[in-house]
Each structure stands twice: as structure tokens, then as C-alpha cells.
């Protein structure tokens, strides 16, 4: 749910191993000792530190600290300040008219383009994304505040609607929730937060904002991107360190609201802890997504798309269709295709601009991406390439991409999300087989129909128990909700619907005769 830019070319590059070697010689930040808390980097309270290590390399080049209890009540109480502080306008950061602060935040946006290279190459550092990947995100967050932004007319708008007897009509008025605990994943550390901060932002709440442990440094240049925006101090706040420091700040009395991207047994804890608490959440959680390929497809057509749709961010992406679900018929050249395809797309080096395929983002999920396929082989499944291990590097985070056949649905690469390069191709015989599939999963995020008709392809789409489905390719739209449906989630981010999660509804009845 990151941006709509079209991936780099499979097959551009031949998929050879290309050992890491490039890393930028000096980024803005490595280690650092301090926290963006009321407008300002503070020295952290707490002695703990978090290492930042490079995927593709192994090498510690980073470190930030530990937020402490007492940090994080810094910064909730910054954020409280902000809310309601009178040099932030009349009633603080809420008070503003919407289209103040949708002024704030097209300048937040021109200033986190000016930091586009900085911000890629850090998070390239961090979790190994490739930089045909990275390189898109400054942009794509700043489209993200610029959309939200853009809602500031439908914000001041008057809502006024009469009762049925004609006697009274109601003023429906929209108030920011409050402050906001938004906690982000190490997959898309900058976009999957934008998309919780610029509609935050725009609704009139303060935010704190807890980066994964493995990604806490390319956060930064949001930091700094606010600073220059001017935007008040407290308003966006920034604590890093690990678990601990995310219930903290879930649980901290002066959070009205969390927002979590990440996998599904995290949010069900932190469901757990708001539902607990009363306290209203949003989270975007795991997904088991399927590529339906209707018998008419045109594989060429599908290829293009393949790896953007199926396995992008090295198959590190909440929404992609890792379960393709092939029509008997046309099941071995499709096969044949997937093969090649994967075959040909380079991985390596991820500062490289051609590779495709980068190392996993941390050594635990590396192990967790080769178990899955020692699992897929040891039920029955046949690799057609790749396997549990890289060839051509001797450091580094690497799973060699893989694509199963002969899979079935009980297998539990089949069945559970995998967060790696890995694909696995099912075969069906009839279009109800392939529906029950596609929703024979406890998950329900994305997925993609590929077929020549278009409206065979919308049919299928309608009948897939999933929040996104995209025929022919997939593409998160900012105007439109991204949601996900039963263990992949709760509420929407994106559209109207992004903005209507940071706002609670106030209902005022008057006489009207």
C-alpha cells in the first residue's frame, strides 16, 4: 500500500547473484544518543541502545537508544501540550482551520523531497530494500500528505441534516481524536507511517511515533522535514527502541488512539490491550493473498506485473499475491513463465539500481523465510528455483527467490503469510474451486485477477472475500480505503474513510420550528 510507481523490468537484468559491495560512505545519521520530543532532538533518558544492522552486509552501522518510560511520557505529555496549546492557534493544533494545516502539510511534503536521496539510502541500509524500491518513497509520502491535504474543504464543509419529521435538523461536526500512538513496521518505515501521520495530521491530532527496532534512522528525516515545515513543537513526536517502548506507549493513559502496521500476532496483543482500554485502534495487519489467472490470461501481459504484484520488496509486502492459483489447462506454461521470470530478476546488492531482489530485512526473518521452504518440500511441494539456500554470497541476509509447485492448500506455505521471496502455485479445475481457494485463508488484505475479459475479471474480483483486489496489476490508490478483512486487520487507511479513523463525531440537534 506504498505507491503506484511501476516496478523495475523482471527479466531486465539477468538474475545472477551480485555480492553486496556498495554502501554509502557517510549517511546523515549512524549513532545517535537522542529523541524528536516538543519540537526538539533530546538527549534520551534511558541507557539501552538498539543496533542498526545493514542486511545486505551484516554490518553494524547504527544505533539508537532505548526510550524509557519516563521518555514516553515526555513525549505523550508534548504531544497533549500541542493539542490544545494557544500559540498553535486558538484551541492548539486542533484549533486550526483545515486549511492551515493543509498548508503545513504541503510544505511537509516539499520538505521530505528535499531529503529523497538521504531518505532512501538510509532505509536501504536498514532493511535491505533495493533502492528501485526505496528511491520512490520520499515521493510517495509526499503524495500521501498532499493527498490528505487536499481534504481540507470536505473537512470545513457544513453537515447539516433534518430530522424526518421535518421539526429539527442536526449539525454533525467532526473533532480530532486526540493523540496518537503510531506505531510503524520495518517493511515501508516511511510510507506506512505517512499513511497514518497525514491524516492524523490533517484531522487536527498530535502523534508520538514508534519506528521499528530494525529501521529507527530514516524515520528521522520526517523529523527534520517537520521542523523545516515549521510545524508546531509537539505536534510530531518520535521515540525509538523495541517492544517494550511500543506497550508503553499503547497503553499510556494519554493516548486516545494507536494506529499499528505490522503482523497479525502483534496486533492482536495490541487490540487486545485497547480493547481493554476503551481506546479506538487501527491496524493493518498480515495477509495470504492470491493471483486468481482466469483461463484466458495473457501471460505476457501477466509477466510484466508478476513481480510487482507477487513477490515486491523481495516478497516483504503485507498485500501481494504469494498464492497463484493456475487453471489446470494452462498450469505447466504458466509455471514455465513464473520460473523464468523469477529466474531473471537479479539479486544482490540492493544500492545496486538493477537488482530486484535484496536480502531479507533481519537474520530472524531470514531463518523464518528458509524454514517455510524446508517446510513447502518436506509436504510435497517441488521448487522450480531456488531453494533454503543463496548461492553466490558469503554475508548477508539472503533467500534465494523461490517458486513451489504441485502445492495444495493444506500446506502451510499455502496457508500462512511467509514475508520472503517465495511463490507457490496451486492448481484448480472450475472458477468456484479457484473462489474457494482464494478464500480458504484466515487472512483477507489483497490480491489480483488476471484474465483477457474485463468483466469476467470484475466478477471474480467481487467474489473474493478481501478489502483490495486489482485486475491485471495492483496498486494502492490514495483516494480510495485500503482495509483488510478478517486477521488482516481493522478500519481503513487511505481515502475519506484514512481520515474518518482520526476524527470522532459530534452531534448537535437544533429547532428548526
Same mark, same amino acid.
Not at 502445492?407 to 473462489?435: K, Q, W
Given at each position: 500500500?506504498? !505507491?503506484?510507481?511501476?516496478?523495475?523490468?523482471?527479466?531486465?537484468?539477468?538474475?545472477?547473484?551480485?555480492?553486496?559491495?556498495?554502501?554509502?560512505? =557517510?549517511?546523515?545519521?549512524?549513532?545517535?544518543?537522542?529523541?524528536?520530543?516538543?519540537?526538539? @532532538?533530546?538527549?534520551?533518558?534511558?541507557?539501552?541502545?538498539?543496533?542498526?544492522?545493514?542486511?545486505?552486509?551484516?554490518?553494524? @552501522?547504527?544505533?539508537?537508544?532505548?526510550?524509557?518510560?519516563?521518555? $514516553?511520557?515526555?513525549?505523550?505529555?508534548?504531544?497533549?501540550?500541542?493539542?490544545?496549546?494557544?500559540?498553535?492557534?486558538?484551541?492548539? @493544533?486542533?484549533?486550526?482551520?483545515?486549511?492551515?494545516?493543509?498548508?503545513?502539510? *504541503?510544505?511537509?511534503?516539499?520538505?521530505?523531497?528535499?531529503?529523497?536521496?538521504?531518505?532512501? +539510502? #538510509?532505509?536501504?541500509?536498514?532493511?535491505?530494500?533495493?533502492? &528501485?524500491?526505496?528511491?520512490?518513497?520520499?515521493?510517495?509520502?509526499?503524495?500521501?500528505?498532499?493527498?490528505?491535504?487536499?481534504?481540507?474543504?470536505?473537512?470545513?464543509?457544513?453537515?447539516?441534516? =433534518?430530522?424526518?419529521?421535518?421539526?429539527?435538523?442536526?449539525? $454533525?461536526?467532526?473533532?480530532?481524536?486526540? /493523540?496518537?500512538?503510531?506505531?510503524?513496521? @520495518?517493511?515501508?518505515?516511511?510510507?506506512? $507511517?505517512?499513511?497514518?501521520?497525514?491524516?492524523?495530521?490533517?484531522?487536527?491530532? #498530535?502523534?508520538?511515533?514508534?519506528?521499528?527496532?530494525? =529501521?529507527?534512522?530514516?524515520?528521522?528525516?520526517?523529523?527534520?522535514?517537520?521542523?523545516?515545515?515549521?510545524?508546531?513543537?509537539?505536534?510530531?513526536?518520535?521515540?525509538?527502541?523495541?517492544?517494550?517502548?511500543?506497550?508503553?506507549? /499503547?497503553?499510556?493513559?494519554?493516548?486516545?488512539?494507536? &494506529?499499528?502496521?505490522?503482523?497479525?500476532?502483534?496486533?492482536?496483543?495490541?487490540?487486545?490491550?485497547?480493547?481493554?482500554?476503551?481506546?479506538?485502534?487501527?491496524?493493518?495487519?498480515?495477509?495470504?493473498?492470491?493471483?486468481?489467472?482466469?483461463? %484466458?490470461?495473457?501471460?505476457?501481459?501477466?509477466?510484466?506485473?508478476?513481480?510487482?504484484?507477487?513477490?515486491?520488496?523481495?516478497?516483504?509486502?503485507?498485500?501481494?499475491?504469494?498464492?497463484?492459483?493456475?487453471?489446470?489447462?494452462?498450469?505447466? *506454461?504458466?509455471? !514455465?513463465?513464473? #520460473?523464468?521470470?523469477?529466474?531473471?530478476?537479479?539479486?544482490?546488492?540492493?544500492?545496486?539500481?538493477?537488482?530486484?531482489?535484496?536480502?531479507?530485512?533481519?537474520?530472524?526473518?531470514?531463518?523464518?523465510?528458509?524454514?517455510?521452504?524446508?517446510?513447502?518440500?518436506?509436504?510435497?511441494?517441488?521448487?522450480?528455483?531456488?531453494?533454503?539456500?543463496?548461492?553466490?554470497?558469503?554475508?548477508?541476509?539472503? $533467500?534465494?527467490?523461490?517458486?513451489?509447485?504441485?502445492?495444495?492448500?493444506?500446506?502451510?506455505?499455502?496457508?500462512?503469510?511467509?514475508?520472503?521471496? /517465495?511463490?507457490?502455485?496451486?492448481?484448480? %479445475?472450475?472458477?468456484?474451486?479457484?473462489?474457494?481457494?482464494?478464500?480458504?485463508?484466515?487472512?483477507?488484505?489483497?490480491?489480483?485477477?488476471?484474465?483477457? !475479459?474485463?468483466?469476467?475479471?470484475?466478477?471474480?474480483?467481487?467474489?473474493?472475500? =478481501?478489502?483490495?483486489?486489482?485486475?491485471?496489476?495492483?496498486?494502492?490508490?490514495?483516494? &480510495?480505503?485500503?482495509?483488510?478483512?478478517?486477521?488482516?486487520?481493522?478500519?481503513?487507511?487511505?481515502?475519506?474513510?484514512?481520515? +474518518?479513523?482520526?476524527?470522532?463525531?459530534?452531534?448537535? +440537534?437544533?429547532?428548526?420550528?
Amino acid at each position: 500500500m506504498t !505507491d503506484e510507481a511501476a516496478a523495475p523490468a523482471a527479466g531486465a537484468t539477468a538474475g545472477t547473484a551480485a555480492q553486496p559491495a556498495s554502501f554509502p560512505a =557517510t549517511l546523515p545519521y549512524g549513532h545517535v544518543d537522542d529523541l524528536f520530543i516538543d519540537g526538539a @532532538w533530546r538527549a534520551a533518558s534511558g541507557t539501552g541502545r538498539t543496533t542498526v544492522t545493514n542486511p545486505a552486509t551484516e554490518a553494524a @552501522w547504527g544505533s539508537v537508544p532505548v526510550a524509557s518510560t519516563a521518555d $514516553v511520557d515526555l513525549a505523550v505529555s508534548a504531544a497533549r501540550r500541542a493539542f490544545a496549546r494557544a500559540g498553535a492557534g486558538a484551541d492548539g @493544533w486542533r484549533g486550526l482551520a483545515p486549511t492551515v494545516r493543509a498548508g503545513y502539510l *504541503e510544505r511537509l511534503a516539499g520538505e521530505i523531497e528535499k531529503r529523497s536521496v538521504a531518505i532512501s +539510502h #538510509t532505509n536501504t541500509a536498514e532493511n535491505g530494500s533495493p533502492v &528501485a524500491e526505496t528511491g520512490r518513497a520520499a515521493s510517495n509520502a509526499a503524495a500521501i500528505f498532499r493527498y490528505f491535504a487536499g481534504l481540507a474543504g470536505y473537512l470545513e464543509a457544513v453537515d447539516v441534516r =433534518t430530522f424526518p419529521d421535518g421539526s429539527a435538523e442536526t449539525v $454533525v461536526r467532526q473533532d480530532p481524536v486526540g /493523540v496518537c500512538a503510531l506505531i510503524a513496521p @520495518w517493511n515501508f518505515p516511511i510510507n506506512l $507511517v505517512v499513511a497514518k501521520l497525514a491524516p492524523a495530521l490533517m484531522a487536527g491530532c #498530535t502523534v508520538v511515533i514508534k519506528p521499528a527496532s530494525p =529501521t529507527p534512522l530514516s524515520i528521522r528525516f520526517i523529523a527534520d522535514a517537520v521542523a523545516a515545515a515549521g510545524i508546531p513543537a509537539g505536534v510530531v513526536n518520535i521515540v525509538t527502541g523495541n517492544s517494550a517502548v511500543g506497550d508503553a506507549l /499503547v497503553r499510556h493513559p494519554g493516548v486516545d488512539k494507536v &494506529a499499528f502496521t505490522g503482523s497479525t500476532p502483534v496486533g492482536r496483543r495490541i487490540a487486545g490491550a485497547c480493547g481493554e482500554l476503551l481506546r479506538p485502534v487501527t491496524l493493518e495487519l498480515g495477509g495470504k493473498s492470491s493471483a486468481l489467472v482466469l483461463p %484466458d490470461v495473457d501471460l505476457s501481459a501477466m509477466q510484466q506485473v508478476l513481480i510487482r504484484s507477487c513477490l515486491r520488496n523481495t516478497g516483504q509486502t503485507c498485500y501481494i499475491s504469494t498464492r497463484i492459483l493456475a487453471p489446470a489447462g494452462r498450469y505447466d *506454461e504458466l509455471v !514455465d513463465m513464473v #520460473t523464468a521470470t523469477v529466474q531473471a530478476a537479479r539479486q544482490g546488492d540492493p544500492m545496486d539500481p538493477d537488482t530486484v531482489f535484496g536480502p531479507a530485512a533481519t537474520r530472524a526473518q531470514r531463518d523464518t523465510v528458509r524454514a517455510y521452504i524446508r517446510s513447502g518440500i518436506a509436504e510435497g511441494a517441488s521448487a522450480t528455483t531456488g531453494g533454503d539456500v543463496p548461492s553466490g554470497f558469503d554475508r548477508g541476509y539472503f $533467500v534465494p527467490p523461490t517458486v513451489f509447485t504441485g502445492v495444495t492448500p493444506g500446506m502451510r506455505i499455502a496457508r500462512e503469510e511467509i514475508f520472503g521471496p /517465495v511463490l507457490s502455485i496451486l492448481r484448480y %479445475d472450475t472458477l468456484d474451486e479457484a473462489i474457494g481457494i482464494a478464500n480458504n485463508t484466515a487472512f483477507g488484505l489483497g490480491g489480483t485477477v488476471f484474465s483477457a !475479459d474485463a468483466d469476467a475479471a470484475f466478477d471474480a474480483a467481487t467474489r473474493m472475500d =478481501t478489502g483490495s483486489v486489482g485486475l491485471g496489476f495492483f496498486a494502492s490508490n490514495h483516494n &480510495a480505503p485500503f482495509a483488510g478483512r478478517h486477521d488482516s486487520g481493522l478500519g481503513a487507511e487511505f481515502g475519506r474513510e484514512g481520515l +474518518h479513523a482520526y476524527l470522532k463525531p459530534q452531534s448537535v +440537534h437544533r429547532r428548526i420550528r
